[in-house]
Every structure is written in C-alpha cells, then in structure tokens.
C-alpha cells in the first residue's frame, strides 16, 4: 500500500511545522481543560452521593441500592461513564479528598482511580504531589506504586540511589502522545457514542464486521452479545473487540483483534480476559469462557484459541466439536483482509 501522505512543498515546511505546533498545544490545553473539568465533576458527583446518604433516616433506606439506581438512570440519560463501577469510585474519591483545595488538578481521572487504590491517606497523597510534580503518566504512577517507591524511600538510608532506580525505571516505559480522541475514559465522560470503537481503525473495523457475520453463520448456536464491550479491574478498562455466547456450549466466546504478529504478551492478555470475563460475567450454569485472538499479519494471519488453565481437557472434548477450527478463522481472515486491502476487483482476480 502506498502512503496516503501529501508531498509538503519545501518552502512551506516552517509554515506547517509553526502551525503543528499551535495545533498541537492547543490539543494539549483542550485535554488539561477536559482533565480538570471531569475531575472536579467527579468530585462533586461523590460528595453529592455522601450527603445525600448521610441526610437522615428516610434515605438510608435507599442502602445498597442508591448507587445502582443512580447509575441506571445517569447511564440513560449520559453513558457508560456513569455507571455503577464508576459511581462507586466518584463516591471513594470524595471520602478520600474531602478538601477540593488539597486536589492537584494537573491530575487525572484516571490517575485518581489509580490513587485510590492506596490505604493510608499520606501514602496516598505523597504520591499524588509527587505525580504532579514530577509530571508522570498514569502508568508511571502505577509503576511507582507497584514497586513500593514511597515505602523504600522511608526505609532506605541511601535516597539517591531509590530515586535514581525508579527514575530508571520510569525510563524505560514505552510513553505515546495522550490523544484526547482515543481516550475510552475522556470519551464516556463527554458522553461520545460508542467510545472504544473510536480506537479502530477502518481496516480492523472491518474486518470484525465480517468476522462477526461469518461466526453467526456457521450455525453452530451463536449468539451476538456486544461489540467492543468494556470489563473493568480496579484501575484499567479494556474493551473485547466481540463478545458472543454459545448456547450449545453454555458458554461465553470473546474475540480480539490484534495487528502484526503475535506475541506473549498478546496470549497473556487474553488469558486475563477469558479470566476476568468469568469472574464478572459468567453465571452459575456457565462452562468456562473461551477467548479467540486473531492476528491480521501482513503476510499470513494467526489464531489462537484461549482458555483457563485446567480446561484444557473441556476445550479438546467439547468446545472443538462445536467452535470453528484455527484454519477456518484464519482463512476467514485472510480472505477479508486480503479484500479490503486490495480492493473487491483485485481480490477476485
């Protein structure tokens, strides 16, 4: 495929490059701008919710159910940014940052579920001044706290060399430009329709439009359940490119598409998911979920089939006899893949 890009006219390249520029920071402004408003308002929604439950005996009998009859209606009305996961976080980030002016709203929210996470209040906003001051991302600030940086600066006698360690540490994070238009957690609060499927691009959006339809037509009791649906751990949201159920098998089938090839941390992702998948979402009647990675190589295309450890037994007796082979998948893939690169005409010749 041949690149798509302009050729730029030599005389024009200071011009482009000074216009990049105000593009660019002002893309950055809008996004400190999005970061500070949806913090604030997270703030307000949870100190909104505690008052409300600490207004007298006529609410407390809402309990347990105040916050998923809030996120019900608010889900409705605004998106998947207000649910009941999220709603619980607003609520935890009120009690845990009672003053908004202790709030470092250089921050954001995402940082702050990651903050929430730690117990002890000074623990908790030693690490929110020090990501402020030292300008981390949110995986920075995941990895500081994974690696006990704030405890092993209290104990160690010889700073220097903690701080010299993380700041290597930091280093070697792989950091990409924040992009406003492909944030999942900017997105839902603005109340975007269909945020993750903003992360595609047209080729992989395509290529799960025909997989979705070629799974539905082997007739073997798939059912459609959701595209690019969200599962959440404490601090990450992840989105499954597609999400079926099986009801011969009584099982969920999760399937996601990765681009160039295949690697470990590919196969190890999916293993979180198909585990994470069933422990959210599996009911009790439930076979263990399976998960499907399909990688669209430029040369040959791969599949995998993922599942529990201990399944694998369940997966050779039961699931192949009713789930697609590795070859039907790929050559599905391959084919689609080949036809959007190429073009209908091409591809048939």
């Given at each position: ?7 730029e ?9 000074e ?11 809008v ?6 408003l ?11 919710i505690?008052?409300?439950?600490q ?7 809402y ?11 608010l889900?409705?009305r605004?998106g998947?940014?207000f ?15 009672p003053?908004?002016?202790a ?26 001044n020090?990501?402020a ?13 994974g ?7 209290l ?10 360690e993380a ?15 492909r944030?999942?957690v900017?997105?839902?609060f ?36 959701a ?15 597609l ?19 295949l690697?470990?941390?590919d ?7 198909v585990?994470?998948?069933?422990d959210?979402r ?12 399909l ?9 995998r089939?993922?599942?529990?450890q ?11 006899t009713?789930?697609?082979t590795?070859?039907?998948l790929?050559?599905a ?17």
């Amino acid at each position: 495929m041949t690149s798509s890009l302009p050729q730029e006219d030599p005389q024009l390249v200071p011009l482009i490059n000074e216009l990049g520029e105000l593009i660019r920071q002002a893309r950055q402004k809008v996004l400190r701008a999005v970061d500070t408003l949806q913090v604030q308002t997270c703030w307000q929604i949870g100190r909104h919710i505690i008052e409300f439950e600490q207004g007298g005996a006529e609410r407390a009998v809402y309990g347990a159910k105040l916050l998923p009859s809030l996120a019900k209606v608010l889900t409705a009305r605004f998106g998947k940014g207000f649910d009941e996961r999220n709603l619980r976080h607003m609520r935890d980030f009120y009690q845990k940052f009672p003053i908004w002016n202790a709030v470092r709203t250089e921050l954001s929210w995402t940082h702050y579920r990651t903050l929430l996470r730690i117990e002890r209040d000074s623990t908790r906003h030693w690490y929110m001044n020090e990501t402020a001051t030292q300008n981390w991302s949110t995986r920075a600030l995941e990895r500081q706290i994974g690696t006990f940086y704030y405890e092993r600066l209290l104990a160690s006698r010889d700073r220097r060399a903690v701080e010299q360690e993380a700041i290597t540490n930091i280093g070697k994070l792989d950091f990409g430009p924040r992009d406003i238009v492909r944030d999942p957690v900017v997105l839902e609060f603005l109340g975007l329709p269909n945020a993750g499927m903003l992360q595609e691009t047209d080729l992989e959006q395509a290529l799960i439009d025909q997989l979705q339809g070629f799974l539905l037509e082997l007739g073997k009791g798939f059912a459609f359940v959701a595209r690019q649906q969200r599962i959440s751990t404490e601090s990450k949201d992840f989105y499954l490119d597609l999400v079926f159920y099986n009801y011969v098998l009584k099982c969920f089938v999760i399937v996601d598409l990765k681009r160039g090839e295949l690697t470990h941390q590919d196969i190890g992702q999916m293993d979180m998911y198909v585990r994470l998948y069933d422990d959210l979402r599996r009911g009790p009647d439930d076979k263990p979920t399976v998960g499907i990675i399909l990688c669209a190589q430029k040369d040959e295309s791969v599949v995998r089939y993922s599942v529990l450890q201990g399944n694998e037994q369940l997966f050779a007796s039961q699931y192949q006899t009713v789930l697609p082979t590795e070859e039907e998948l790929r050559q599905a893939l391959d084919r689609e893949r080949v036809r959007l690169v190429q073009g209908p005409s091409d591809a048939a010749t």
